[in-house]
């Protein structure tokens, strides 16, 4: 029940049934044990030892009355009334729990409110999607609200408690007998009671415990309820709840006399049943089976030769069982009847015999796919181990990488490799829970979740299972499905993985898992915690090249109708396209300039032409267009204020300009290009280091206070955050302060601090590799990342100078164009100097020395540098 008059939701009892004692959840919190309503003598004593103060703040609730020792449900809405438990949650977990005299009241106050209601500990409270809070609560014992101490924010009294007396008469037994009694006859007299309740009532020893549990289930009225909750003399109140059981089984009496008439009247419905059932002795006495007999001992049949788990078989059958009772038109039987022949069809014990057979294993992945070592030696590795102990768990891996890169077909060879059967489902996009886990059967057209669908499409329980996108689950209303992955790919979890829709477990141990993904960050840290992560980064411009001659173009040539004797690519033209048509980190858009070139020799050689097998870089100009990158970075002289950055992002490596200008102004820092909020810290921070050390480096300090600094970091479309830029930020900001401009052919990559210090980076590998596509010479990083060098291949490292910088004081020696000269502004700081050391100085309003003619020559100077 809430507090301003409705049913909590999924609560559609009547208003008796609102303070019906509930199991306390398992989740409660620590802090405070829930005591079971059917707990006896300890409920009654943990209540007792629970310390009621003289402050309580009061819960004003309303057409409902809570007693000692029930648990109870309550749905809050009023803000009053969420301060109050706001209140209690930050003390002792003790509110009053006080009806209202009237349900239209929205404010009550002290006069509104009977004087006697329940103090209660807050077991459990939940917030719901509306706003409104759900709490639960356990009753303690009957206080007495003496005056009222706080009634703006929320209300707040003075109380005193009261505890039943331990001792028990003799008169008091006689009337829990009696009580005691009746009730259990109203239990058996009314279907809809459960039979826990008979285990609760034989658990409550107390005879005013067992008042209040029967008082608080009672169909009576707000009026009555609270006339029980008032009565402290336990005898009396066991009298008073007596009469009101007796009234009440007087009309549980009678209304199972009616139902039993009513059951004695034959209906057409079961007429029919009737006459069912004398036809189906009639055929067997022919010697004739009907479809439903042929179907049920088909079942059984396969129910005996699917080799099932005891406690699967057992339900199998119990199913089947009930399928012989339910009419062939009810709804009720096809779904009965679809569950079993999924459980059947299950691979319970149907596996797949690996090949172990490393040199072969090892042909087939090298057939495949080249390079991908890591990966390679990992499978060896978990082949080698199954050949040495034959029961094991599968492994559950994690492909990282850009896109094209090869982590789909990579789990096809592996399949192919081991002789597992392969299943891949995509999961990007996922947004239910129950694609994962499937719909429980009360749902229409309920059926198991993706998971067991592709186990039994599979025909086998380990096969090797692709998790493709794994990073892209999303999640809403309807359940977080990357949650639900968390069993599916727990070693110590998914030998019993349980579907919603079978509700029986499932051995997933002996499946390999397979996940991909593109981006580590986006997936919870929980989930990969679980996997077994296996970078497999972007190819270098020789891989690439052995890819195309090894796997793309054999393939297009098949896939266009082509032979080798029509088209052949040297790998001059295989270069160029890799150097001058793409620019990725995988291979998807090679494969696709290839397959344009094989389609336009294809179109020539339907057209009756008789053109030479071998395609020059001119015919491929032709065919593609003039080239779409260049193969170095556009510019070749330095510029003041542009800096090439690089970057990572789940394409891959990537070059990153940085741009940086300054103009007059009042002393802003204005950043543009889509920036997040790391990257625009990382620009404040390379502002901030650079007006510290101005006079280190030749810059006026106090032009910071009239020139405006914009940073702006191009392709605006496109978000981009990270701390990696800041080192690139640093020095685009001084270049353009000091005019002197930055080798456009030298990356550089590192967070930094106000300290001066260059941290590390994350994605050296792919950075280095996007360098190495973009014709950089040298590649500037911070000095604790030399370590991830060893990952970068050897014909990579021989293009590029590595430098490793500690702090920023390194970084200035090396960055700047050496020939340049000093700008005029670092000039004109120089001689204002000299001239400040000659003659005498003015006092400015804010007491610094200078030059009257220093302001204007630094306007000057300022415009100078600006344009």
Not at 26 to 33: K, V
Not at 621 to 636: D, M
Request: include cysteine.
């Amino acid at each position: 029940m809430t507090d301003d008059g409705t049913q909590p939701e999924k609560n559609e009892t009547d208003k008796s049934d609102a303070s019906c004692p509930v199991e306390a959840p398992d989740d409660t919190d620590d802090s405070l044990e829930p005591v079971a309503v059917a707990d006896g003598a300890r409920q009654a004593d943990d209540a007792d030892a629970i310390e009621i103060p003289e402050r309580l703040p009061i819960l004003p609730v309303r057409d409902t009355c809570t007693f000692p020792g029930t648990v109870v449900p309550l749905q809050i809405s009023r803000e009053k009334s969420k301060r109050v438990l706001d209140m209690a949650l930050a003390g002792s977990r003790l509110i009053a729990v006080i009806a209202q005299r009237s349900a239209e009241t929205e404010d009550p106050r002290l006069d509104d409110l009977y004087r006697v209601g329940t103090a209660c500990v807050i077991l459990k409270m939940l917030k719901m999607a509306d706003g409104s809070e759900t709490i639960i609560i356990h009753g303690v014992r009957r206080v007495g609200v003496e005056a009222v101490t706080k009634e703006d924010a929320y209300l707040e009294g003075t109380v005193h408690a009261h505890t039943d007396p331990k001792e028990v008469t003799t008169e008091q037994q006689a009337l829990a007998h009696l009580i005691r009694t009746a009730a259990e006859k109203i239990i058996e007299l009314s279907p809809n009671i459960p039979d826990e309740a008979r285990q609760v009532l034989d658990g409550i020893e107390r005879p005013g415990g067992l008042a209040d549990f029967l008082a608080a289930n009672l169909s009576l009225g707000l009026v009555h309820k609270q006339e029980l909750l008032e009565t402290f003399d336990v005898t009396e109140r066991l009298r008073k709840v007596n009469v009101a059981l007796a009234a009440q089984l007087e009309v549980a009496e009678l209304s199972n006399k009616i139902q039993q008439q009513v059951r004695g009247q034959v209906d057409k419905s079961q007429r029919e049943y009737y006459l069912r059932e004398q036809l189906k002795a009639i055929r067997q006495e022919l010697g004739e089976e009907d479809a439903r007999s042929v179907t049920l001992n088909k079942l059984r049949e396969r129910i005996n030769t699917a080799k099932m788990p005891e406690a699967v078989e057992a339900e199998a059958n119990r199913e089947v069982e009930r399928l012989e009772h339910i009419p062939q038109a009810s709804p009720e039987y096809s779904m009965t009847l679809d569950y079993v022949e999924w459980l059947v069809e299950l691979p319970w014990s149907v596996s797949t015999e690996d090949s172990l057979d490393i040199h072969r294993a090892q042909e087939i992945l090298d057939e495949d796919h080249f390079g991908l070592e890591k990966v390679k030696k990992r499978i060896l590795e978990f082949l080698a181990v199954r050949t040495l102990k034959s029961e094991m768990r599968g492994p559950i891996l994690c492909f990282t990488g850009p896109p094209g890169v090869g982590k789909t077909s990579l789990g096809q060879s592996i399949a192919r490799a081991m002789g597992r059967n392969f299943i891949r489902i995509s999961l990007g996009g996922i947004r239910d829970e129950a694609t994962i886990r499937g719909h429980r059967r009360t749902y229409v057209g309920s059926m198991p979740g993706r998971i067991i669908r592709e186990i039994r499409r599979a025909d086998s329980n380990n096969p090797l299972f692709m998790l493709d996108e794994v990073d892209k689950i999303g999640q809403d209303f309807r359940g977080d499905p990357m949650s639900a992955m968390l069993e599916v790919l727990d070693p110590a979890q998914n030998a019993t993985f349980t579907d919603h829709y079978l509700g029986l477990p499932f051995d997933l141990s002996k499946v390999f898992f397979i996940t991909t993904a593109n981006y580590m960050s986006a997936i919870e840290p929980a989930l990969r915690d679980r996997m077994e992560v296996i970078e497999i980064s972007g190819y270098t411009h020789h891989e690439k090249l052995m890819i195309a001659k090894r796997h793309l173009l054999p393939r297009q040539l098949d896939e266009n109708g082509l032979t080798a004797d029509q088209l052949h690519l040297g790998d001059d033209v295989l270069s160029v396209i890799v150097s001058e048509y793409t620019r990725e980190a995988g291979v998807r858009g090679l494969e696709r300039n290839i397959g344009s070139v094989c389609r336009a020799r294809a179109a020539a050689i339907v057209r009756g032409e008789s053109p030479d097998p071998a395609i020059t870089v001119e015919d491929l100009r032709n065919i593609l267009g003039p080239r779409k990158y260049e193969p170095e970075v556009a510019a070749t002289l330095p510029v003041p204020g542009v800096v090439t950055g690089l970057a990572f992002t789940p394409a891959g490596g990537e070059i990153l300009f940085v741009e940086a200008a300054a103009m007059p102004g009042t002393g802003q820092l204005k950043l543009t290009g889509q920036l997040g909020d790391v990257m625009r810290e990382s620009a404040v921070a390379a502002s901030s280091i650079v007006r510290s050390r101005s006079g280190k480096w030749n810059v006026i300090a106090r032009d910071f206070g009239r020139l405006d600094i914009h940073i702006h970091v191009p392709a605006g479309a496109t978000p981009k955050d990270g701390p990696s830029a800041g080192l690139a930020m640093l020095t685009a900001v001084t270049s353009v302060l000091t005019g002197r401009g930055v080798d456009p052919a030298t990356g550089m990559t590192g967070e930094i601090t106000l300290s001066g210090r260059v941290l590390p980076v994350g994605g050296i590998r792919e950075k280095v590799l996007a360098a190495y596509r973009a014709g950089l010479k040298r590649v500037i990083l911070p000095a604790r990342n030399q370590q991830d060098l060893e990952e970068v291949p050897d014909d990579v490292r021989g293009q590029i100078e590595f430098i490793p910088v500690r702090s920023i004081d390194e970084l200035f020696g090396l960055v700047f164009d050496g020939k340049s000269k000093k700008s005029r502004t670092a000039r004109r700081v120089k001689k204002e100097r000299t001239k400040t050391a000659k003659k005498p100085a003015n006092v400015s309003r804010r007491g610094a020395a200078r030059s009257p003619k220093t302001g204007k020559r630094r306007a000057r100077a300022a415009k100078q540098v600006s344009a």
